[in-house]
């Protein structure tokens, strides 16, 4: 039995907010686009949400999981079941900061449970059914310990002119096997504060409040005495989003257009 499986998938994040955000104001944290303002994240707009990397779990469990976006790579991860001892999936982001400079970051990963007993209907064919990944073990890091995936020239380069930052690829490519190896064994490290407790918190937290606003028009109460809410600055992502595409309740609908998932 081969020692361990890494395959890395991207996500789509928040971009940085302002240092004066009431709502997202933990700048360490690189946290999944539940306020649907990340403008390369058209598909989950669309959606009106965003459910992947689920790290608060299940009805808040605290057991992350992968429920729906990757159905390719769910299934991949489960075949390769019986033939490593680990299975992991390293998450990365394509990050964008408030002055609008970005980066690709690799910020945490799953250690897979080997328990495939919970499925899904596949989005493209309800008669087949996908696998719910579990994490047996999960850690995400700040954004300052997150594994620059910028400074691998070899791999950014090839993503880049391929056009390919949202595809999966694992270990088990030659071109890819060294980097995952040394992004996954550098955020196991022990010198990278595992911060899953706070992701939780503040995802649950930031969830429940994007909920409320849309039971009320998407009017963020804590949002009032903010200047760049005041003055519909785009320097806010959020203020930026509404600007540009509208608000999640009255979005336009595409029934005929499948989600797209990270």
Not at 74 to 88: D, F, Q, V
Not at 96 to 124: C, I, M, Q, W
Not at 184 to 211: A, P
């Amino acid at each position: 039995m081969k020692s361990r499986y890494i395959v890395c998938n991207t996500f789509f994040s928040l971009p940085q907010f302002p240092q004066i955000c009431q709502i997202v104001f933990d700048r360490r944290l690189v946290l999944r686009n539940i306020l649907l303002c990340n403008l390369r994240d058209g598909g989950h707009f669309d959606h009106g949400s965003i459910y992947d990397p689920h790290l608060e779990g299940r009805d808040d469990s605290g057991v992350p999981e992968y429920r729906q976006c990757e159905e390719l790579s769910r299934c991949g991860i489960a075949k390769r079941s019986e033939r490593y001892k680990g299975l992991y999936i390293l998450f990365r982001t394509h990050y964008t900061f408030v002055d609008g400079s970005a980066t690709f970051l690799a910020v945490g990963y799953y250690k897979v449970e080997k328990d495939f007993s919970e499925t899904e209907r596949k989005r493209s064919d309800p008669r087949t059914r996908v696998p719910v990944i579990k994490a047996a073990e999960a850690k995400f890091v700040s954004l300052e310990d997150a594994m620059s995936i910028a400074k691998a020239r070899d791999m950014a380069s090839f993503l880049r002119e391929n056009n390919l930052y949202r595809v999966s690829f694992s270990n088990e490519n030659q071109r890819f096997r060294s980097h995952l190896e040394e992004w996954l064994d550098e955020l196991i490290s022990e010198e990278r504060e595992n911060l899953l407790k706070e992701y939780q918190r503040q995802t649950v937290r930031i969830r429940q409040i994007f909920e409320a606003a849309q039971r009320n028009d998407e009017t963020y109460d804590d949002c009032f005495d903010c200047r760049f809410y005041q003055k519909r600055s785009s320097d806010c992502p959020l203020v930026r989003r509404i600007k540009i595409w509208g608000k999640v309740d009255n979005r336009p609908q595409h029934p005929e257009r499948e989600r797209r998932c990270s």
